[in-house]
């Protein structure tokens, strides 16, 4: 519990420093950050499915647009490898998820070049729990009101959670509007 406080309070940094023995050393790792972080610092944020990859370029269909799809079809890429060692992007052909992804610039036609939000903690598949949809996600600090759960004991992962889709969509709109009024004023 002292280690999710800690990480709150730190934030969104990405570098963690660990004082081991000897002289302190530099470690670097994703740091857990809040719903409201990863919401501020994505682009476009939407449900939809992997339709196809090729050389580490997924293509994703957009089939509920949360937010920032204005511009573009309902199809978009996304870079689907892991740049450094603690990045966890990937696509799974088939896989309906919630995608956090953030523009990395613009190829020679304009369109936007996309990443996973936030080293691919911004994928979060759907899972059915007893009939009710959840994303499974990590690194990822839930407001407590979504009431997210560590998954299933004999889960290879035991450090993903699951929260509930509906949950995860309003508070994703609440955290758009706190931004909002935030920017307005």
Not at 8 to 16: E, K, S, T
Not at 121 to 136: F, H, Q, Y
């Amino acid at each position: 519990m002292k280690t999710l406080w800690l990480a709150l309070a730190l934030g969104a940094a990405n570098l963690a420093v660990s004082a081991g023995p000897g002289p302190a050393s530099t470690r670097r790792e994703v740091a857990t950050i809040p719903l409201a972080s990863l919401v501020e610092m994505s682009d476009v944020i939407g449900v939809g499915m992997v339709v196809g990859e090729f050389d580490g370029v997924a293509t994703f269909e957009m089939l509920h647009a949360w937010k920032g799809a204005d511009g573009f079809d309902s199809r978009t890429t996304f870079r689907a490898t892991p740049t450094w060692t603690c990045d966890t992007s990937t696509a799974v052909m088939g896989e309906v998820s919630v995608m956090f992804l953030k523009a990395k610039g613009a190829d020679d036609e304009g369109a936007h070049e996309y990443a996973i939000a936030h080293s691919g903690r911004g994928r979060m598949p759907l899972s059915p729990d007893a009939g009710k949809a959840r994303v499974v996600f990590q690194d990822i600090a839930m407001p407590v009101i979504m009431g997210s759960m560590r998954c299933a004991e004999e889960s290879k992962t035991p450090w993903q959670f699951t929260a509930d889709l509906v949950a995860l969509r309003a508070q994703v709109v609440l955290a758009m509007h706190r931004a909002a009024e935030t920017d307005a004023r």
